[in-house]
Nanobody, 126 residues
């Protein structure tokens, strides 16, 4: 079955960097767009970034544009989220998701994802 396992979260200070990883198994990884979403306490899950099946197209939420970079290594079945210049408002549980299709441009619609990882906590102190 499909499994997505996130790692790399932690407690950092404002301005620091972190790299999240999401290792996928049980699927033909290179056939699907992937995405990162996050959920802060008391808030709904929100889109962060998405990447097309090939990695050639990426889209970001305005709140992270210029600070976060999504990438993928199809040979390693892994998608990454490099986060820089972290802010306290980036504090959340971060989830990676597998889209239902290849989506040439990725997708920011969480309804178009059918598998999720368990999440990894990112806490940014001021």
């Amino acid at each position: 079955q499909v499994q997505l396992v996130e790692s790399g979260g932690g407690l950092v200070q404002a301005g620091d960097s972190l790299r999240l990883s999401c290792a996928a198994s049980g699927l033909t990884f290179s056939s699907y767009a992937m995405g990162w979403f996050r959920q802060a306490p008391g808030k709904e899950r929100e889109f962060v970034a998405t990447i097309s099946w090939s990695g050639s197209s990426t889209t970001y939420a305005d709140s992270v544009k210029g600070r976060f970079t999504i990438s993928r290594d199809n040979a390693k079945n892994t998608v990454y989220l490099q986060m820089s210049s972290l802010k306290p408002e980036d504090t959340a549980v971060y989830y990676c998701g597998k889209a239902i299709g290849y989506y040439a441009g990725g997708t920011s619609n969480h309804h178009e994802y059918n598998y999720w990882g368990q999440g990894t906590q990112v806490t940014v102190s001021s």
